[in-house]
C-alpha cells in the first residue's frame, strides 16, 4: 500500500510557485452543547469572480491547518472540525491552468498522490469532520466533502457536480472511489459519467442530497447556523445519520456488474471509443465495489498520472478555455457601448424556426416580439406553437406562472408589417433563397426606423449579397442560429463589409443577452461551421458514391470523437438543408467541394436510413438503395479519414488565409459549439495538428507548439 506520507511532493510545490492561493482560516466556534468546533474557512480573498481553487500550494495551507487541529484534537481542546467556503463558494475544484501546466507523468502522479495525502487528513484528525457546502462546489471541492465524516449542503449552491470526464480526466482525489460506496453504482454513474457528458449538468442542493452525496440541506438565510447546530446534535447523538443508499452486499455482487456493463454499451452506442476518460471512470468504479479505499485511492493515481499527462486532457483544457474565456471575450468585436438598445424585436415568418427565435427574444430579452407570416392562418400556427412551448416549460418548472404569463403577453402576431414600425432589430427566417430574403427586406426596410438593426438568419447565402439593394446596408448583420435554437450555444455573427461597428456591436449584445456565445465571421460562403460541415459530408457522400458500404462510412470518423457519424449528421441537419449547403459550396469552389448525386436523390425518400433504437444509423434503406448508383471503387475506414483530415486542414488553412475568422482557436470555437466536436480533440486545429494532416497539407501546424501532452 502506498505510504503517501514518504512522497517527496517538493518538486509538485516548486512548480506551483505563481499560485493563486486559497487560504485555510480557522476560528473556534462554541456549539450549543458546550463543546468546541475549530471551523476551516477557504478564501482566496477574490471576490465571487475569482472562486476558490485546489492548487497544491493551497493544499499545503490546508495540510498544515489540518495537521495543528489533529494535534488540538488530541490534547482534547477540540470536539469536531468543519470546513466551509467564502461568501456563495465553497471552492470550484482543482486550479485546472496549473494542472494543465504540470502535465507531465511525475508532476500528474504528485498531483494525484497529494490530494490522496491532504484530503485524507479529515478522517484522521482525531474528531469528527464535517463539510458545510456554503455554494459551488466542483470536483476537488465535493472530494473535500467527501472526506469528511458528515457534511450539509446550502440549498441555494449554484453548482454541484464532478466535471472532470468532461475534461479529460477523472475524480481522482477520492471521488471514483468514494461516490460508489456512498450512494450506490447506478446513482454514481449518473454523477460521475453521464451528467458530464450532458454538457456538464450540474446537481441541484436537493437532488444531491436525495441521492445521498449530502446527509442534510438548510436555507440560505442561516445556513451556516443551522449546520453548526444539526452537528452538535450529531455530536451529542440526538441525531442520528442515516445512509440509506449505501450499497449492500447483494448490490456489489449482482447489481454492480450489471449496471456497468448497461453503462459501457451505453456508452459505445453514444460517444463511441474515442474519448478515453468516461471508460477509464467507468473501470474505476467498476473496480470500487471492493469497497477498499486505499486501493481504490491507488488505481485513481494511476488513471489521473495516465490521463493528465496524455493528450487528450491538454486538448480538453484548450477547449475549456476558448468556452470559458474566449467566448466571452470575442475576436474583433466593436466597443460595447456602441450597441443600440433593443426595446422591440420583429421576426418575419412564423414557421418553426422563426417561432423558436420568437419565444427566445422574448424569454431572454424580456420585450415585446411581433411575428408576421404570408397569411393570418401561418401567423396564428406559430402563436399557438409559442404558446404551447411555454406551458411545456412551465410544466417543467423551468418558468413560473407569473414568467410564463408575461412571456406569453410579450408575444404577438401580426400581417401587418406597418406593425414592424417600432422595432429596434427584425430578423428573418424564410426560405433559404436569395430572392426570397431580398424581397423580404426590401418590403421591411421602409418600414421600420433608420436605426433599426436588420439580421438574416441565412446559413450559407452571402449576406452582403441578400442587403445588396438596401438603401442602408450598413444595419444588416448575419445571425446564423443552429438548430435547435434554444440548446445551441452558437451564433455565427456575419460582418459584411457594409456592416457598420455599431450594428456589430448591437448584434453582439443581442447575443450575450440571449446566452449565446457568439463568433464574428467575414460574409464567406458557409461561414464556418456548414463550410466545414460540407466537407465531412462531402467526402462521405464520395465515398458512398464510390460504393462503399454506409456502415463502413459511418463509422470511419470514430477516431475523431465526433459525436454521430457523417450520415447520422446529415439525417438531423435534413437532407434538403444538406444537399443545399452542398450545393452552395460547390457552386463557390467546384474545385474543393464536391457534388454528389445521390445526396439529392436521398433528400427525396422518406426513410432513407435504418436504424438503431438509439437512433444510430446502421444502413441505407431498401428504398435508397434502388433509387442511387454506385461505384465499384470502395474505400475503407482509413481512407476516409484520411481524406476528412487532409481536406479539413486545407480548407480551415484557407479559411484563415482569407481572414474568416480572427484566428485558429475561432474555428475551434465553432466547431466545440456549433458543431459538437469533442473537448477532449480540442476542437478541429489541434486534432489535424496532432494526427499530421496540418504537415501533409501545408506543411506546418496551426499551433506552435503543438496542442498535446509534454514530450
Known amino acids: 500500500m502506498t505510504d503517501y506520507r514518504s512522497i517527496d511532493f517538493a518538486p509538485l510545490l516548486a512548480a506551483s510557485a ?59 481542546e477540540i470536539a469536531a472540525v468543519g ?10 475544484g482543482a486550479d485546472l491552468s496549473k494542472v494543465s501546466t504540470l502535465a507531465t507523468a511525475e508532476n500528474a502522479r504528485l498531483m494525484a498522490q497529494y490530494g490522496h495525502y491532504i484530503l485524507g487528513k479529515l478522517s484522521t484528525v482525531g474528531v469528527p469532520s464535517f463539510a458545510f457546502v456554503n455554494g459551488l462546489a466542483l470536483g476537488g471541492a465535493m472530494e473535500i466533502a467527501l472526506h469528511c465524516s458528515y457534511r450539509t449542503v446550502d440549498s441555494s449552491a449554484a453548482a454541484l457536480a464532478f466535471p472532470e470526464v468532461f475534461l479529460g480526466i477523472i475524480p481522482g482525489w477520492g471521488g471514483a472511489t468514494i461516490v460508489p460506496n456512498l450512494i450506490g453504482i447506478e446513482q454514481a454513474l449518473e454523477v460521475v459519467v453521464s451528467n458530464p457528458l450532458k454538457n ?57 456488474p450489471a449496471a456497468i456493463k448497461i453503462a459501457r454499451d451505453m456508452l459505445k452506442a453514444r460517444i463511441g471509443t474515442a474519448a478515453k476518460s468516461p471508460y477509464v471512470a467507468l473501470d474505476l468504479l467498476s473496480a470500487a465495489k471492493d469497497n477498499d479505499l486505499q486501493r481504490g485511492f491507488e488505481r485513481e493515481d494511476d488513471a489521473l498520472a495516465e490521463l493528465i499527462a496524455g493528450d487528450q486532457f491538454v486538448a480538453s483544457i484548450y477547449a475549456f478555455d476558448l468556452v470559458q474565456k474566449r467566448a466571452k471575450r470575442p475576436a474583433g468585436a466593436p466597443d460595447k457601448s456602441l450597441a443600440k438598445p433593443v426595446q422591440k424585436v420583429g421576426v418575419i415568418g412564423a414557421g418553426l424556426m422563426a417561432s423558436q427565435f420568437a419565444l427566445l427574444f422574448a424569454r431572454k430579452l424580456r420585450v415585446p416580439v411581433i411575428i408576421t407570416d404570408i397569411d393570418q392562418a401561418r401567423v396564428d400556427k406559430g402563436i399557438a406553437h409559442i404558446r404551447g412551448e411555454i406551458d411545456k416549460m412551465q410544466e417543467k418548472g423551468r418558468l413560473t406562472q407569473d414568467d410564463a404569463n408575461q412571456v406569453k403577453a410579450l408575444v404577438s402576431g401580426t400581417t401587418d408589417k406597418t406593425l414592424f414600425a417600432d422595432c429596434d432589430w427584425v430578423i428573418e427566417a424564410v426560405f433559404e433563397e436569395l430572392g426570397v430574403k431580398q424581397q ?92 466545414l460541415l460540407a466537407k465531412v459530408m462531402g467526402e462521405a457522400a464520395r465515398a458512398l458514391d464510390e460504393g462503399t458500404p454506409l456502415p463502413v462510412v459511418e463509422r470511419s470518423l470514430a477516431g475523431i470523437g465526433l459525436p454521430m457519424g457523417p450520415f447520422e449528421l446529415i439525417d438531423l441537419v435534413g437532407w434538403k438543408v444538406a444537399a443545399h449547403v452542398q450545393d452552395t459550396m460547390v457552386a463557390a469552389f467546384p474545385e474543393r467541394f464536391y457534388a454528389s448525386p445521390n445526396l439529392h436523390a436521398l433528400a427525396e425518400i422518406d426513410s432513407a436510413l435504418v436504424k438503431t433504437k438509439q437512433g444510430k444509423v446502421e444502413d441505407l434503406s431498401k428504398a435508397a438503395k434502388k433509387a442511387l448508383k454506385f461505384g465499384n471503387s470502395p474505400v475503407t475506414e482509413s481512407d476516409i479519414l484520411r481524406r476528412v483530415e487532409d481536406e479539413l486542414a486545407g480548407e480551415i488553412k484557407i479559411m ?52 498535446a501532452a509534454a514530450g
Open 200 to 256: 456538464n449538468r450540474m446537481l441541484k442542493p436537493k437532488q444531491a442530497t436525495e441521492m445521498g452525496l449530502f446527509d442534510q440541506m438548510f436555507g440560505a438565510a442561516s445556513f451556516l447556523e443551522e449546520s453548526l447546530a444539526w452537528a452538535d446534535r450529531v455530536l451529542t447523538g440526538k441525531t442520528k445519520v442515516e445512509r440509506p443508499h449505501v450499497p449492500g452486499k447483494l448490490e456489489r455482487l449482482t447489481k454492480w
Open 83 to 92: 470546513v466551509t467556503g467564502k461568501q456563495f463558494i465553497f471552492a470550484a
Open 440 to 531: 423580404v427586406f426590401a418590403e421591411i426596410e421602409p418600414i421600420i426606423s433608420e436605426t433599426a438593426v436588420m439580421a438574416t438568419n441565412t446559413s450559407s447565402l452571402s449576406v452582403e449579397e441578400i442587403g445588396a439593394n438596401l438603401a442602408h446596408p450598413e444595419r444588416l448583420v448575419g445571425f446564423h442560429f443552429f438548430n435547435p435554437v434554444a440548446v445551441m450555444p452558437l451564433i455565427e455573427v456575419v460582418n459584411t463589409p457594409a456592416t457598420d461597428d455599431e450594428t456589430l456591436a448591437t448584434a453582439m449584445g443581442v447575443a450575450r443577452k440571449l446566452g449565446k456565445s457568439a463568433v464574428i465571421t467575414a460574409d464567406r460562403p458557409g461561414f464556418v461551421v456548414n463550410r
Open 18 to 76: 505563481d499560485e493563486v492561493i486559497t487560504e485555510s482560516f480557522v476560528r473556534d466556534v462554541t456549539l450549543p452543547s458546550g463543546g468546541t468546533l475549530a471551523l476551516i474557512t477557504l478564501d482566496n480573498g477574490r471576490d465571487h469572480t475569482r472562486p476558490n481553487t485546489l492548487g497544491p500550494r493551497t493544499l499545503e495551507r490546508f495540510g498544515a491547518v489540518l495537521d495543528e487541529l489533529t494535534a488540538r484534537a488530541a490534547a482534547g
Open 656 to 707: 484563415l488565409d482569407e481572414g474568416v475568422v480572427a484566428a485558429a482557436e475561432d474555428i475551434d470555437l465553432c466547431l466545440i459549439l456549433g458543431a459538437g466536436w469533442p473537448f477532449q480533440a480540442g476542437g478541429a486545429t489541434p486534432y489535424l495538428d496532432r494526427v499530421g494532416a496540418s504537415e501533409r497539407v501545408f506543411g506546418a501546424t496551426f499551433h506552435n507548439p503543438r496542442i
